[in-house]
């Protein structure tokens, strides 16, 4: 699972920066970003490669690993399902760029990027973000709230786009997406009885993150204690599911 480029005004006084780890600079000339907010923002963040071509298996475990602690069995299986992305024969690694393949990653009903049959489906769309914070009411975002703009942003792509797709695989993605700016910026609370009360993240850290593909650093945001693994991810992502059913036909009201 929406990208503002900051570079022209700035393109002297940014090349003159060091490019240290963790330190946020706008992509140059020649770089190159995809549709995934989080893989942009850490190239941006320089824990992927700044100019977003040539990441391995490792490199991606690894930047992962030390921007947000994801365990490598969640980013290990994410990295597999991307790699035909690249065309080369034998490729063993991904261009941020080639995530734009439509249906393997990038997907219809996305939270802040157009469909691909309206335009660009790699770069921060504003319309399509706004519908998405329409849901987020309080000033954090609840998982009910985080579920209800998902189910929106489906439904309003499968209503408006002729072109709609969402094969199974996209939409076990669009349920992990949404988990995982959740599990990045929220506190965890995975102990609780329902899933509604799990997760609690600050709105004012999402948003600076989807619309300036940039670490919300300054408010505070740092790397989670809690380690994201791949059975916490499937457990999460199923009692989504059941949370989604249940807003949609309405035996959950929240």
Same mark, same amino acid.
């Given at each position: 699972m929406k990208l503002i480029r900051l570079v022209a005004?700035?393109?002297?006084?940014? *090349?003159a920066l060091p490019r240290d780890r963790g330190e946020w600079i706008a992509p140059q000339e020649g770089d190159v970003r995809g549709p995934c907010p989080m893989l942009n923002t850490l190239a941006n963040h320089g824990y992927l490669p700044r100019d977003g =071509? %040539?990441?391995?298996?490792?490199?991606?475990?690894?930047?992962?690993?030390t921007a947000i602690n994801w365990d490598v069995s969640v980013v290990g299986p994410l990295y597999d399902f991307a790699q035909p992305v690249n065309p080369a024969p034998n490729a063993t690694t991904i261009d941020l760029n080639q995530l734009t393949t439509h249906n393997i990653l990038e997907h219809d009903g996305s939270l802040s990027r157009?469909?691909? !049959? !309206? %335009?660009?489906?790699?770069? !921060?769309?504003?319309?399509?973000?706004?519908?998405?914070?329409?849901?987020?009411t309080t000033p954090n975002i609840t998982v009910s709230q985080a579920a209800r703009a998902r189910t929106a942003r489906v439904v309003t792509a499968a209503s408006t786009n002729p072109s709609f797709t969402f094969p199974q695989l996209g939409a076990y993605f669009d349920y992990g997406?949404?988990?995982?700016?959740?599990?990045? !910026? %929220?506190?965890?609370?995975?102990?609780?009885?329902? *899933? =509604?009360? =799990? *997760?609690?993240?600050?709105?004012?850290?999402?948003?600076?993150?989807f619309k300036f593909?940039?670490?919300?650093? =300054?408010?505070?945001?740092?790397?989670?204690?809690?380690?994201?693994?791949i059975d916490i991810l499937i457990d999460f992502v199923l009692e989504y599911q059941v949370l989604t059913r249940g807003q949609m036909n309405g035996t959950i009201p929240y």
């Open positions: 005004p700035f393109a002297v006084s940014v *090349i =071509k %040539g990441i391995s298996r490792n490199i991606a475990i690894e930047a992962l690993d157009q469909d691909a !049959f !309206f %335009g660009p489906a790699d770069v !921060f769309h504003e319309e399509t973000w706004n519908e998405t914070l329409s849901y987020f997406e949404t988990a995982a700016y959740q599990f990045v !910026f %929220g506190t965890w609370n995975l102990e609780a009885d329902d *899933i =509604k009360d =799990k *997760i609690s993240t600050s709105l004012e850290m999402v948003e600076y993150f593909e940039r670490l919300p650093l =300054k408010s505070g945001w740092g790397r989670p204690i809690n380690r994201l693994t």
